[in-house]
């Protein structure tokens, strides 16, 4: 991966690019937040904010989500899009922002 593709990348948008490459532990994704707040007092459901039917993983978000599927199929045609997270870095954020995956004004 070249770094010099995130240099002019806010900090927000390298942190969460950081975080999905190293299998999507970042509070955006439902899976990870019920993962962190398993043994606390809130409850925390893992399914998929925008289709309800599976876990909402990295590899859900990034390959299998039917809600996304025109989103996905717009960025990534055939290609394997968690690739796009170390190799098309704006593909990627231009998926990201598409999917509604981050707060408005992040990513």
């Keep these: 991966m070249d770094r010099d593709q995130e240099k002019h990348f806010t900090p927000s948008q390298r942190t969460l690019l950081s975080r999905l490459r190293t ?6 994704l439902a899976w990870y ?3 962190v707040t398993r043994n606390q007092d809130q409850f925390e459901t893992a399914t998929c904010q925008r289709c309800g039917q599976a ?3 990295l590899v859900h978000l990034m ?4 809600v996304l599927e025109d989103a996905l ?3 990534f045609d055939e290609d394997d899009p968690i690739t796009f997270l170390f190799n098309e870095l704006e593909v990627a954020l231009s998926y990201l922002r598409d999917a509604s ?6 990513v």
């Design 55 to 57: 876990e909402e993983t």
């Design 33 to 35: 937040r019920k993962r």
């Design 23 to 28: 299998g999507g532990h970042t509070p955006e």
């Design 101 to 106: 995956f981050t707060e408005a004004g992040r």
């Design 73 to 75: 199929s717009h960025h």
């Design 63 to 66: 390959t299998e989500c039917l």
